[in-house]
């Protein structure tokens, strides 16, 4: 409902009040009837005013299309974000000049260093796209990101974009010694992810170049370091427009375009929306830049977002975890690292996450409507870390013992009554810790609060969890296995009637 809508009806609802308060006392049997049809007159303003704001769906509680199915009153996905949702877990890869400078912080050049090391500090001597693809296949990863350009401004791809601006780029691998000088590392990672079934993504630090003096989108003249090139406000927007038009035109197909902190550089953001609907109109953009292909952050690295996590939000480009009534769908990326203490590039003395912690960010993440991009950093030579590797397929192993298999599942158009039920042929008692239910957001995201009860073996029903957002998965995970004879579902409240596309449990 619309208030242009409730502004423009209001009028008629106090008429038609006014009409039925001043006849309403009938005086004489002369006037009876005049007052009668007065009233009769009254209520149908009403009447008229009503059917008005309920075509608009502003009285209505659920509406229905032609062909019988509900129609949302919430935004609806496009195709390409939906399918980007059912992927659920990708690989990250953070690999840039940084990782060959292991006696500094990883964050020097984000922060702001003190030099700029030449192009040929970047010698991965052992680098093997095939090794990093692996580890991703190790844990279910269905995409990849490469940080093409990080925060130092090192283009791990052979830039030439003087005849577009003017400006000759030196800081690349077309300027390092590195397997003959000018290899592609991004052209290598796109093939592997092609060997290796997996959808590539590429990461452009938009906003932060240090070879450029450029902080948070703006560029800074007043002192320069050494290595560090001038450039005007003006030309560094051609720069950026001229090396993603590199990035977006000879690589192939893209699956996501990545622009760590969005896309705030002065006078290129619409430009930049533009060349993605022009070069790459099926890859969805994370944090918020693109017309309609929009995922966001989820507002926190630590790989434990809070619940609830709404597929919908009023702003995609600052992140965080939605808001149910959001007025574009654009769903969560969960963005985080093996490596603890907050680190995105590679250190040896760096210890990583447990089993027992990746699991619970599974949960948190893909269990809570997000999708999981999880970091792999290669080490100085290029390689992942056997240490690291090892770590990748206990996870996948883990999410495939626990998920691939359900003892039981369903699905269904859902409403309170009856709730969706799951049990097993034989009626027998069963015991699960797992209950994964995903909504249909085809045409938006539905449910808003749901229940989930347990029928006990002596016939008792017992709620165990009640939630809010539900979207492409939601997981409850029990602390302690129960025993049940059946499980089932109610939705309380939604925006239409959902679709349950999958409601299903697990023990492991």
Known sequence: ???????????????GLYIIYRHTTVISIATCAKTLNMK???????????AILSSNGCLATKSHSLDGRPTPNSPVPSPDVLAWTKREIGAF?????????????????????????????????????????????AFGAKYAVLTAKHCSGFSMWPTDILKE?????????????????????VKEFVDSCKKYGVLPG?????????????????????????????????????????????????YGEI?????????????????????????????????????????????TESGEPKYPIWSTSDNCATGGTGAPAGNTFCPAETDTMLQEFDHWFWRADFPIRTLKELQSVYYHSVGQNTNLLLNAAANSSGLIEETSFVRYKEFGDWIHKCFGSS???????QSSDPPLELSLPSGDPFLFNNVVVSEDQTRGEAVLEFVISAILPNQTTVDIFSGQSIGNKFILNLKTPMTATKVQIKVTLALYQPVISKFSIYYC
């Not at 984000?110 to 990093?132: I, R």
């Not at 000759?168 to 003959?180: E, H, P, V």
Request: glycine fraction near 10%; charge should be negative; aromatic fraction near 14%.
């Open 1 to 15: 409902c619309h208030v242009t809508y409730m502004c423009s009806i209001l009028p008629v609802y106090i008429l």
């Open 165 to 185: 601006t003017g400006f000759n780029y030196t800081y690349s691998t077309k300027y390092s010694s590195f397997r003959g000088g000018g290899y592609d590392v």
């Open 202 to 250: 590429i990461y452009y630090s938009l906003n932060q170049n240090y070879y450029l003096n450029v902080r948070h989108g703006t560029v800074h003249n007043g002192s320069l370091v050494p290595g560090q090139e001038k450039v005007s406000q003006e030309l560094y927007g051609k720069i950026v427009l001229a090396q993603v038009r590199e990035l977006w035109s000879n």
């Open 93 to 137: 890869y953070s690999f840039n000049m940084i990782s060959m400078l292991t006696n500094i912080s990883t964050q020097y050049f984000c922060l702001g260093g003190g030099w700029v090391p030449p192009s040929d500090t970047f010698n991965p001597e052992k680098l093997d796209l095939d090794n990093w693809l692996q580890a991703a296949v």
């Open 40 to 50: 009769v007159l009254g209520w149908s303003f009403l009447a008229v005013a009503a």
């Open 407 to 413: 003892i039981a599942e369903t699905s269904g158009v």
């Open 255 to 299: 699956s996501e375009l990545w622009f760590d902190g969005g896309c705030s550089v002065p006078g290129v953001s619409e430009q930049i929306a533009a060349l993605q609907e022009e070069l790459q109109p099926h890859a969805v953009f994370f944090q918020g830049c693109s017309k309609e292909n929009n995922i966001r952050w989820v507002g």
